[in-house]
C-alpha cells in the first residue's frame, strides 16, 4: 500500500502481478477500473482511462511499454475488471 491508500504493482517483463495467482500483460492494466495510476519515467501519471470517466473527459494516452509500475486500488483482489463496463 502508498499514500493512495493502493498498491504498487512493478512491471516484470511486460506483466504485473494482478492477484496472488495472476498475472497479466500491461496492456490489460490500461482498461483496468482498479488502475488508477501509471508510474513512467519515476512520475506518477494519471489512468487515461480513468481521468476519461471521472473528471474532464480528456487526458493524454500512457505509452504502456514505458510503465514501471501500476498503482492499482483493488484492495479486494477482484483483480482485472474492463472499465467499458463504466463507461458504456
Keep these: ?3 493512495h491508500g493502493a498498491r504498487r504493482l512493478p512491471v516484470t517483463r511486460g506483466r504485473v502481478q494482478c492477484t496472488p495467482g495472476r498475472a497479466i500483460p500491461i496492456d490489460r492494466c490500461g482498461l483496468c477500473v482498479h488502475s488508477a495510476f501509471f508510474v513512467v519515467g ?3 501519471v494519471p489512468s ?3 481521468a476519461y470517466c471521472s473528471r474532464c473527459r480528456t487526458a493524454s494516452g500512457v505509452d504502456m511499454t ?3 509500475a501500476v498503482i492499482c486500488d483493488d ?3 477482484e483483480g482485472f475488471r474492463s472499465i467499458t463496463s463504466v463507461i458504456s
Design 66 to 68: 514505458r510503465v514501471e
Design 42 to 44: 519515476g512520475r506518477e
Design 75 to 77: 484492495t479486494r483482489g
Design 48 to 50: 487515461p482511462a480513468r
Design 1 to 3: 500500500m502508498n499514500d
